[in-house]
């Protein structure tokens, strides 16, 4: 970890404290939405407990879920993620053209308004101008840690380079406090919800993939 790092991890600790029942797994279950895009072919999802499955074919979608609020206050992550087929390399800061492997969202909102958006759709939640969105991925052609501007939600989101697009598969820990703190420059807000995509339209392209003990901490 660079110094840069440490001391955005200390000042986003000290800013706030996540209480200790703000940790464990994310089940992959009937609580996950699909959100599709018009014009678009969807992607396929398996939902088995602790593990998501991904298809696509030359297709784009996501899948989101809310957070008990037992969540809300999580700063960390770590989960497991598998590419057996995937996109090639892509530019992820050009709209249109940032096909990737897998994204997995974390959005936030102040916790002010955390109460009044639950149960809000991806959607909206996306829209909405007090959001922020720390998305990390699997894809491109960028290097590990590389925080890129989002071509789609402007100052409210960051893209987080974990993986260059490739298969294997990889254990992954992120530091979503000290993230949020480099990306905006405020403490981290309430950890409303997560999401997870593949995209793979742009370059008519395929992706298998798996994500699997998702933990929040």
Do not use: C
């Not at 800013?15 to 464990?24: L, N, S």
């Not at 981290?188 to 298998?208: E, F």
């Amino acid at each position: 970890m660079t110094a840069r790092k440490i001391a955005i991890a200390a000042l986003a600790a000290m800013m706030w404290t996540a209480p200790a029942q703000a940790t464990g797994p994310v089940s992959f279950d009937g609580a996950w939405q699909q959100q599709t895009f018009p014009r678009l072919d969807a992607n396929t999802y398996g939902f088995g407990g602790s593990s998501l499955t991904l298809r696509s074919d030359a297709a784009v979608s996501l899948v989101w879920r809310a957070l008990d609020q037992t969540f809300w206050p999580a700063r960390s992550a770590t989960w497991r993620w598998s590419v057996t087929t995937g996109t090639p390399p892509t530019d992820l800061g050009r709209k249109g053209g940032d096909d990737r492997n897998m994204a997995i969202y974390f959005v936030f909102l102040p916790q002010d308004k955390a109460a009044g958006a639950d149960g809000s759709g991806i959607g909206r939640l996306l829209r909405d101008r007090d959001a922020r969105v720390l998305v990390y991925v699997w894809g491109g052609d960028h290097r590990r840690g590389q925080m890129l501007d989002s071509p789609y939600l402007g100052d409210r989101g960051k893209t987080v380079v974990l993986r260059r697009a490739g298969t294997g598969a990889h254990d992954e820990a992120v530091d979503l406090a000290a993230d949020f703190t480099l990306a905006f420059g405020t403490a981290p807000q309430a950890l409303l919800g997560l999401a997870v995509s593949g995209d793979s339209d742009d370059t008519n392209s395929r992706i298998d993939a798996r994500l699997e003990r998702l933990v929040l901490r």
